[in-house]
């Protein structure tokens, strides 16, 4: 087996509420490679915290990773308290594993398969409000992490939920934002990693551009 490496990531059944009323307007959910768990159980928010240098390309083939899924650039004063999204794949990524960080959430039967989704929620008494590096990347939250490889160039991506249309973030107060929708042709607010040759990736926690590269 290649050398093992992290993804995290930052998500089943969306919230009934449309409103979208809440306060995050910069939140994003990126997803970090890395090279090993960051902490014993692997939760702790990965080093470095949501900016350029967050690893969204990896190798296919020989390498194994963890992806972190996390919710960043949110509002410290208002926390993290959920998120609710969908992700999609390419058929060769094998996905072997998922740990879930936050300490509630729900799932439809096929999450893990491309096309599946997951909402996840942190209760008041541990609602996120961690800010590493710099003050301005905001607060950031690890919804979870999978441990996968891709047996060729493949990519996996943040999406909106498929029964709502919308990948949403939830505050302490219990205030959703959405961060996308279904409508939304270019989800700016979204990351993807990809792994093999062409680097199709895309890392939302830098300055958001008008539309993807």
Same mark, same amino acid.
């Given at each position: ?9 930052? /998500? ?47 190798? $296919? ?24 999204? @969908? ?14 960080? /936050? ?13 599946? $989704? ?7 008494? &541990? ?16 919804? @979870?992490?999978?441990?996968?490889? /891709? ?28 961060? $996308? ?7 700016? &607010? ?24």
């Amino acid at each position: 087996m290649g050398k093992i490496l992290p993804v995290v990531i930052v /998500a089943c059944l969306p919230w009934s509420s449309d409103s979208g009323g809440g306060q995050h307007g910069e939140a994003v959910i990126a997803i970090h490679l890395s090279s090993d768990v960051h902490v014993k159980d692997g939760c702790g928010v990965p080093t470095p915290p949501c900016d350029s240098l967050l690893h969204t390309s990896g190798e $296919a083939q020989s390498t194994n990773y963890f992806a972190y899924v996390l919710v960043a650039k949110a509002d410290p004063t208002l926390g993290i308290g959920g998120a609710s999204f @969908g992700i999609h794949h390419g058929q060769s990524l094998g996905l072997f594993g998922w740990n879930r960080c /936050a300490p509630s959430g729900t799932s439809n039967e096929e999450w893990e398969r491309s096309r599946s $989704a997951i909402s996840v929620t942190w209760d008041s008494t &541990r609602c996120q409000r961690s800010q590493p590096g710099r003050p301005s990347n905001g607060s950031i939250a690890c919804v @979870g992490f999978f441990y996968l490889a /891709a047996y060729s160039p493949s990519h996996l991506s943040i999406t909106p939920h498929p029964l709502n249309g919308k990948a949403v973030v939830l505050d302490c107060s219990g205030d959703t934002t959405v961060v $996308a929708t279904r409508s939304d042709s270019s989800s700016l &607010r979204l990351g993807t990693v990809s792994f093999g040759p062409r680097d199709s990736s895309y890392n939302p926690c830098g300055p958001i551009p008008r539309k993807r590269p």
